[in-house]
């Protein structure tokens, strides 16, 4: 079984300060890593996802993130926030035979961005 | 292209009611997956679909049933509904190719009175 453990439930910080949302993992195979971010009343969009390879990840609108298999964490960073950035976001885990055939969710993270 | 559409956006039922979600996938998509998203919580994978088939099922019980047609669309139905059941219903679409890629719709807010 998988899990997956967002560490923070709410996150504000300041326009154009730096931000890291926290994610843990828990697997016993080889696994995939995947980032969403969800806008009010919305479904969720795909930020940044790890497969393979290198263990720093860019996604889309300025985020990224990195793969640590020792630590079992992805944890999400954005250098300069913005107010659009306000959202939900959402870390996942995939296992098996390398499919996201069944996603595991966090129980997510608030991201508040204030003026 | 349409991306992942889901009707009909929101949704009351009484209890022991039955319900019947629709989703049609993204152009091209041939897969489709249902998640359970509670108030406060993360989405749950209730199922995917491919070639009409259950493919996989989470750990939800037998009163969540879906099917899938030929053109790819699906539905998701529930018996004899609860009020644990209200949720918002997410349906997501993928290549089976690149089920990595999931595309998801803005979902449907069930409500169980």
């Known amino acids: 079984a998988q899990s997956v453990t967002q560490l923070d439930s709410q996150v504000p910080v300041f326009e154009e300060a730096p931000v890291e949302l926290r994610c843990n993992y828990s697997?016993?195979?080889?696994?995939?890593l995947f980032w969403y971010v969800q806008y009010p009343n919305q479904g969720l969009q795909l930020l940044l996802k790890?497969?393979?390879?290198?263990?720093l990840v860019k996604g889309i609108n300025g985020f990224e993130a990195e793969f640590n298999k020792s630590q079992t964490s992805f944890h999400l960073r954005k250098p300069s926030v913005h107010i659009s950035d306000t959202a939900e976001y959402f870390c996942?885990?995939?296992?098996?035979?390398?499919?996201?055939?069944?996603?595991?969710f966090g129980s997510g993270t608030q991201l508040t961005v204030l003026p | 292209d349409a991306g992942v559409t889901q009707s009909p956006t929101h949704l009351i039922k009484t209890r022991g009611q039955q319900v019947t979600l629709r989703c049609s996938p993204k152009s091209g998509h041939d897969t489709v997956s249902w998640y359970q998203q509670a108030l406060g919580q993360g989405p749950q994978f209730i199922f995917q679909?491919?070639?009409?088939?259950?493919?996989q099922r989470g750990n939800f019980p037998d009163r969540f049933s879906g099917h899938q047609f030929p053109n790819y669309s699906s539905e998701l139905n529930v018996n004899a509904l609860l009020l644990g059941d209200s949720a918002l219903y997410l349906c997501?679409?993928?290549?089976?190719?690149?089920?990595?890629?999931?595309?998801f719709g803005s979902g449907t807010q069930l409500s169980v009175l």
């Open positions: 996942a885990v995939s296992g098996g035979s390398g499919s996201a055939r069944q996603l595991t």
């Open positions: 790890y497969l393979s390879g290198s263990t």
């Open positions: 679909y491919y070639e009409e088939e259950e493919r």
């Open positions: 997501a679409s993928s290549l089976v190719s690149a089920d990595e890629k999931l595309f």
């Open positions: 697997s016993s195979v080889s696994v995939y």
